[in-house]
């Protein structure tokens, strides 16, 4: 199993980024996917998740009309747009896939999910 992240980098503050997660060795059609950050001294948090058929969509408060998740069955890669960027989404971002069943009221807590990516940075400079 893998799920290889990228597209990060430095951008400036009000500037977008889109990142990849590719994902292999697992069926990812049976899997929610999801997106979760951790900024330096902090814990890692939930940003973004996407059903298996990607009918879902759920985000945190902080990302909230700012972000968005999709994915792309065909290539087995799930994506997160990022728009006006602030200083505080300077993270590490991690892909993860969660098992199909899981429900909305469980989709931001990392336990719920089987498989994660090494990260890719993303640093906001003003």
């Known amino acids: 199993v893998q799920l290889q992240a990228s597209g990060g980098g430095l951008v400036q503050a009000g500037g977008s980024l889109r990142l990849s997660c590719a994902a292999s060795?697992?069926?990812?059609?049976?899997?929610?996917m999801g997106w979760f950050r951790q900024a330096p001294g902090n814990q890692r948090e939930f940003v973004a998740d996407?059903?298996?058929?990607?009918?879902?969509?759920y985000y945190s408060d902080s990302v909230k009309g700012r972000f968005t998740i999709s994915r792309d069955d065909a290539k087995n890669t799930v994506y997160l747009q990022m728009n006006s960027l602030t200083l505080e989404d300077t993270a590490i971002y991690y892909c993860?896939?969660?098992?199909?069943?899981?429900?909305?009221?469980?989709?931001?807590?990392?336990?719920?999910?089987?498989?994660w990516g090494q990260g890719t940075l993303v640093t906001v400079s003003s």
């Open positions: 060795g697992f069926t990812f059609t049976t899997y929610s």
């Open positions: 993860a896939a969660a098992p199909a069943t899981i429900i909305l009221s469980q989709v931001m807590f990392s336990t719920n999910y089987h498989y």
């Open positions: 996407i059903s298996w058929d990607g009918d879902r969509t």
